[in-house]
């Protein structure tokens, strides 16, 4: 089962558009969060949110929580190609997270 | 600061063959993961410790064992490693507080034949 949907699975986009994808779930969870990974590495934190409605900006990237506290979105403007990566949300269980699939984005030059 | 640091970074093992992965952190973080990464499924996890000396079964544990003797330290071990343990394998760790995020290890890239 499969608790956290994320979508889109793959996006291709040019330099200099926006975009959102988005992280779904019929859950409650006590915190989201963001992170990106890149080929062969590790995913990377880039934000926890926890409250309802809370929205957090990091740069061209902005965060929201949902008010239920059961979806959340990324926004980026103006994608640059170094914005390139596998973009996972993670919804916080107790001690433990549980990972979407993820959307893998490529920003084309 | 190293922060997560995974040993080793490749491994080819024949299958009905035993390794180990090691983990290390230097942060004194309280919680440790191990996770797998496969195309399509996502990061699962497979055990987890709240602490030194605990450990705990996560989404996808059999066929692997842990130990979390030291703090610092938190070993993934296969018993008898079968072709479906093909993985990227990822070490993760975070402090105890709530609402912190995790900090992801470079990963251990395994192949079972």
């Known amino acids: 089962t499969q608790l956290l949907e994320q979508s889109p699975q793959f996006l291709s986009i040019q330099e200099g558009e926006n975009l959102t994808v988005y992280c779904n779930s019929s859950?409650?969870?006590?915190?989201l969060q963001w992170y990106r990974q890149e080929p062969g590495e590790g995913p990377v934190l880039l934000v926890t949110?926890?409250?309802?409605?809370e929205v957090k900006k990091l740069k061209r990237l902005t965060f929201q929580f949902g008010d239920a506290r059961k979806d959340s979105s990324l926004h980026i403007t103006a994608a640059q190609p170094g914005d390139t990566g596998l973009y996972l949300c993670?919804?916080?269980?107790?001690?433990?997270?549980?990972f979407g699939k993820g959307t893998k984005l490529t920003v084309n030059p | 600061n190293a922060g997560v640091t995974q040993t080793p970074k490749f491994r080819v093992l024949k299958t009905g063959q035993s390794m180990t992965l090691l983990c290390a952190q230097d942060?004194?973080?309280?919680?440790m993961y191990w996770y797998r990464q496969d195309p399509g499924m996502g990061l699962r996890l497979i055990h987890y410790?709240?602490?030194?000396?605990?450990?705990a079964k996560g989404e996808v544990p059999d066929g692997y064992n842990v130990s979390r003797l030291k703090k610092q330290n938190f070993l993934l071990g296969l018993e008898s490693a079968a072709p479906s343990q093909t993985s990227v394998y990822f070490c993760?760790?975070?402090?105890?507080?709530?609402?912190?995020?995790?900090?992801f290890g470079p990963g251990t890239r395994l192949t079972v034949l």
């Open positions: 949110v926890v409250t309802g409605g």
């Open positions: 410790s709240v602490g030194e000396g605990t450990t």
């Open positions: 993760a760790s975070r402090p105890g507080l709530a609402g912190f995020g995790q900090f």
């Open positions: 859950s409650v969870f006590s915190s």
């Open positions: 942060m004194n973080h309280e919680y």
């Open positions: 993670a919804g916080g269980r107790s001690e433990k997270l549980v």
